[in-house]
């Protein structure tokens, strides 16, 4: 997987880089396996979304019972 990710980068960053955006190769085996850029992609928007949460009080069903 890392070597096709390799020659994936090699063949569109340029062409990326000419046109001032950023290229991820996303390459994923058969079996369902991520190659590492990819891996790391898939869980950044898991990890913006935990981030915004971190700050906030969740309100559960037991939390508002607790309050009345």
Do not use: N, Y
Request: with cysteine.
């Amino acid at each position: 997987i890392a070597t096709q990710e390799r020659e994936k980068k090699q063949k569109c960053l340029e062409p990326c880089l000419e046109q001032r955006r950023h290229f991820t190769p996303f390459v994923c085996s058969m079996d369902s396996l991520l190659g590492r850029e990819a891996k790391i992609f898939a869980e950044r928007p898991a990890a913006l979304q935990a981030r915004q949460q971190l700050g906030k009080i969740l309100f559960t069903p037991s939390m508002w019972i607790r309050q009345c």
